[in-house]
């Protein structure tokens, strides 16, 4: 069967699911072949948003659900119109509480580049909760770990377990106390930072607190600022999360008659509404949260 379809000169959009018409975008429309494609994937049935279709000799699937269903993380780029397909990297399994070996040396191999590389992400433990966050190299092509007279790449030794990566953050810390090294903090006390002698070592928190965000391990006395404006365009805002927390505890604990609830209540619904479009939530996130925030509230309204 054939349907006339729009779909962008450049494909992009539409393969990920959307496709806008829009004249701007250069669309046309085209005769494309429906055949009930079906797509297998390790023996199982992909089920997808869009279906699948034929034009000019050339089978068309739609490349997020076919990318993840393969293990890779999709992205797209409305301003360039790219598609980026990556291999995610590998994720450890990490207990903030356990201590390891603390004899090592690290050295690092600059890139020149003021880029970040992701290198692992970390399921940390800590007492009852498991927090996650990833391993950045900054600046780096590479970095390695000499344990008991062995060098190998640092990530290769935190796979195997080698060294633990709290262990990375102690060493800094026995470091400053015997003037090896500098430490500073970061934006509002969002992150440390450990300048040593040959790399630095910066943890960033979320908002929250204690709730790890990221780890980075970089050249010497790189600035974190500048890190942080290039990834981090919130940093430091809280989540919408953590204003709903906010305003709830407010209205619970603090404010003591009906007028000031009901003008905190009102206040956070604004703020709430404010923060999603910080953070670009879609309006059918937006709808829940607020309808949560309002059911919780509802009882001390009253």
Known sequence: MKKNVFVLSL???????TCPVSAEDGTREISAAFRDIKIIVDGKQLSTPAEPFIYNGTTY?????VG??????????NDTKTVTLTTPPPTIEA??????????????????KKERTEILRVNEKSGNETKSYSLYYYGLSDVSITIDGETLPLAQALQEEKVLLMDILRKCMIEEKNGNATVSATR???GTSFWCKDYTIMQLYAMTGETPQDLYIGFPKMKMNELIDSYYPLFGCPTVEWIVEYYINNIAYWKNTPEQKQETFEEGLSKIEETARLYELSDEELQETLQKYKETCKMYLQ
């Open 68 to 77: 993840e269903a393969v293990g890779k993380e999709v992205a797209w780029d």
């Open 61 to 65: 699937l739609p490349v997020r659900a």
């Open 188 to 190: 509002g006390d969002g």
């Open 95 to 112: 207990d903030r509480d356990i201590t390891g070996n603390l004899d090592f040396e690290i050295s690092i191999t600059p890139s020149g």
């Open 11 to 17: 494909l992009g959009a539409m393969v990920l699911g």
